[in-house]
């Protein structure tokens, strides 16, 4: 089964300092890995994806993340942290079904706290 | 251009009521997918619509149920409410399926079964 993990349920760091939000991914064939955040009292919002390709991938925001096969992980990061990336970030994996469409699987949410 | 539109945003109701929760998706989008999201179970897959069609559900009971009218835009039902179904649901479109598309996600429907 398709599944993603991420181990902590809290990070925490003072604003400046480089951010580091950990996932790893267990999955048959290739993984298809994305990262959304979300803010209290609401949806979800993309942050970036991995399809294939280069395994440091851009996204919003200033958060990258880097693909690691050897350590099947996907871990979020940004250089510098700021007070308002404080939010719920989840990591997860897209799955092709045999339907023809396709459903994200999500891990359980990581808490980033950035303190001043 | 407008995002993904859930309403309502709250909703309250009694066990054994039923409820419909509405979800416009991105304009030219056609895939709509719904997720529940609760903090014991996090974020799950409910279904997925695709021009009008469920093409996949997950692992919930047959009192979750959903259509897709021709606009694309999606309707969930729960039936017969248990206290059990509180939690916000989550309404997602994508412009295509496949690997290479991100589903942009509504603000979502907090219900409260009480």
């Known amino acids: 089964a398709q599944s993603v993990a991420q181990p902590e349920d809290q990070v925490n760091v003072a604003e400046g300092n480089p951010l580091t939000v950990k996932c790893t991914y267990s999955?048959?064939?290739?993984?298809?890995l994305f990262w959304y955040v979300q803010y209290p009292n609401r949806g979800l919002q993309f942050l970036l994806k991995y399809i294939t390709g280069d395994n440091l991938v851009k996204g919003s925001y200033g958060f990258e993340a880097e693909f690691n096969k050897s350590q099947t992980s996907f871990h979020l990061k940004k250089p510098s942290a700021l007070v308002s990336d404080s939010a719920l970030y989840f990591c997860a994996d897209l799955t092709i079904l045999t339907g023809g469409g396709n459903k994200l699987t999500f891990g359980t949410g990581t808490q980033l706290k950035v303190e001043l | 251009k407008a995002g993904v539109t859930q309403t309502p945003r709250y909703l309250i109701k009694t066990r054994g009521q039923q409820v419909t929760l509405s979800c416009s998706p991105i304009?030219?989008?056609?895939?709509v997918s719904w997720y529940q999201q609760t903090p014991g179970q996090g974020l799950q897959f409910l279904f997925e619509y695709f021009s009008e069609t469920q093409r996949n559900k997950g692992n919930f009971p047959g009192r979750f149920s959903g259509r897709q009218f021709s606009n694309s835009r999606s309707e969930m039902n729960v039936s017969t409410l248990e206290l059990g179904d509180s939690a916000l649901y989550l309404c997602?479109?994508?412009?295509?399926?496949?690997?290479?598309?991100?589903?942009?996600f509504g603000q979502g429907t907090r219900l409260t079964v009480v």
């Open positions: 997602a479109s994508s412009l295509r399926v496949g690997m290479n598309t991100e589903a942009f």
């Open positions: 999955v048959s064939g290739n993984p298809y």
């Open positions: 304009s030219g989008h056609r895939s």
